[in-house]
């Protein structure tokens, strides 16, 4: 999979404009020419003025209007950004996502957005920088790698310019957003790569690529390794299926204090198992190695970026299939760290495999453990298509996921680990089971289960078993895969000290 790349770069504004498609936001309430600007207008004769004047562009929030300059050969598009006062990022990013689909959709090549027309207080320069070009950047993601007719019709923008008064170049916040951009983009390719395709072996062949790409330290375990090191709730899931499974490790060694670890729940594909989920709810089940894929390009990102912390990330991967091999309702497994588990439903996979890979991750000493899982449907009981829920042991943890979903603008909602919920898990015949038959408070019964393989290390636990996946094609979301908890880990990891 090669991606289409799209280059960025700041220029000082000029008096004119080497794009064909140029970008100019206003807000309602303020809609006023700089002096370069005005310029600028006066060369195109008044193309961005004119529709203003004769009030055929307001300002509107969310507003696009398209002008053409056919005299100078421009496509202008006015973009609206509601009142001043009421801008946030979060509105922002969207609105600038897709005005950025738009033009991609009409064919252009590259683009400049012209950031003097939307000066304010109440926006940092760098920061605004940063989410266009983050925003632009996911917003024009799409995934055409199965698509074998008309391939010269697929459209791609290659440059965003972003044109500044400024004297400074921006260049940390562009590379931090790129990079980042990335991350995401990949992360969706890979989840959206059909599960005929996307193995265990294959997605251990990529991330051993990967790591050789980007000089992380990565140990593949095949099936035999993984059966001698005991795991054997990873080994119960994986034995139904043809494809076999595969533990994969990578490091990464940006300092000598302990390393931060990050866990994937990695099923390539989830049929229920026994318990066989039916249609529809079958459909995109490829999308179970999301936690799995999002971890590994947030260590790729975090070694582009050279952060200055060391970080572990453990994916078990493997299948959850029907066969005469399967492992059923009933069956006890000896996890990782001798705990019992009785298997209860064999839909619930996601945390057995956790369960082995959070135990094994603890030989690493790490300072904090992070796993991210599509672990549940009651996820979208939780928090819907909006938020992701997460769960801690560590109050600091907490902060760090808090103040990184305000700054990445995912959306995180923390649920309680209260000790009342182990009740539920308790087995008549084993140390636990792995879920309560009565189906209750599922998003907090997965993690409670998972809490028995942590330790004393601090643990956060992020369910992304709904917000893995977007149904519709609006702002930074994408049909499909949505990359979900790279944008938050990864600002989570800039700012760790
Ligand atoms: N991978 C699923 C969770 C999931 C379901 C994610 C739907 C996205 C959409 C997980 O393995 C699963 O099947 N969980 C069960 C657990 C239950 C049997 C306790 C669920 O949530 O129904
Ligand atoms: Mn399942
Ligand atoms: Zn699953």
Redesign the pocket.
């Known amino acids: 999979m090669e991606r289409q790349t799209t280059s960025v770069k700041v220029i000082k504004l000029e008096k004119e404009a080497k794009d064909n498609t140029l970008v100019f936001c206003f807000f309602k309430d303020k809609l006023v020419f700089s002096k370069s600007l005005e310029e600028l207008d006066r060369n195109l004769d008044n193309a961005i003025s004119n529709p203003i004047k004769n009030k055929h562009f307001k300002g509107e929030k969310s507003e696009i209007r398209e002008v053409y300059a056919h005299k100078h050969m421009k496509n202008i598009l006015l973009v609206g950004l509601g009142e001043e006062q009421k801008l946030t990022f979060d509105v922002l990013k969207n609105i600038i996502a897709d005005a950025s689909k738009k033009i991609r959709n009409n064919g252009a090549e590259n683009f400049s957005i012209f950031l003097d027309s939307f000066t304010s207080n109440r926006l940092n320069e760098a920061d605004v920088i940063e989410n266009l070009v983050l925003s632009s950047l996911m917003g024009m993601y799409q995934f055409t790698e199965f698509k074998t007719k008309d391939r010269d019709k697929i459209k791609n923008v290659r440059q965003i310019t972003l044109i500044t008064n400024s004297n400074k170049n921006f260049d940390s916040q562009i590379r931090y957003a790129s990079v980042v951009a990335d991350a995401v983009n990949k992360t969706r390719d890979l989840v959206n790569t059909p599960p005929n395709i996307a193995t265990p072996e294959f997605v251990a062949n990529y991330a051993k690529e990967l790591a050789r790409k980007s000089g992380l330290k990565c140990a593949v375990f095949d099936e035999k390794q993984v059966e001698k090191m005991k795991m054997g709730c990873f080994i119960g899931v994986a034995q139904g299926s043809a494809n076999k499974p595969r533990l994969v490790v990578l490091e990464y060694n940006g300092s000598s204090k302990k390393p931060i670890a990050i866990v994937g ?1 990695g ?1 390539t594909f ?1 049929s ?1 198992g026994l ?1 066989v ?1 039916p249609y529809p ?1 079958i459909l ?2 490829k ?2 190695k999301g936690g799995a894929v999002a971890a590994m390009h947030i260590i790729e990102a975090c070694s582009k970026l050279k952060l200055p912390l060391s970080l572990v990330v453990i994916t078990p991967l493997c299948e ?1 299939m029907i066969d005469a091999a399967s492992y059923r309702p009933d069956d006890v497994l000896k996890a990782y760290n001798g705990t019992t588990v009785e298997v ?8 057995l495999i956790l369960a082995d890979a959070l135990s094994y991750t603890l030989s690493f000493k790490p300072q904090a453990i992070i796993d991210i ?8 009981v939780a928090l819907g298509y909006i938020g992701t829920p997460f769960l801690t042991t560590d109050e600091k943890l907490r902060d760090r996921i808090k103040s990184a979903s305000e700054k990445s603008l995912e959306r995180m909602w923390e649920l309680p680990l209260w000790p009342e919920y182990e009740e539920n898990i308790k087995s008549d015949v084993a140390d636990i089971k ?3 038959e009565e ?1 209750d408070a ?1 998003v907090i ?2 993690a409670t289960f998972l809490k028995n393989f942590v330790g004393d290390v601090p643990w956060a636990h992020i369910d ?3 917000t ?2 977007s149904k519709v094609e609006k702002g930074i979301l994408t049909k499909g895969a949505t990359g979900a908890s790279v944008r938050l880990v990864l600002e989570m990891l800039r700012n760790w000290k």
Request: net charge negative.
């Open positions: 729940k099923v989830d229920g318990n989920k709810y995109n089940m999308d179970d959850n209860k439903n064999t839909d619930a996979e996601g945390r899982a599509t672990l549940t449907g009651a996820s979208f792995h879920l309560s189906g599922g019964i997965g992304i078993g709904t893995v996946w």
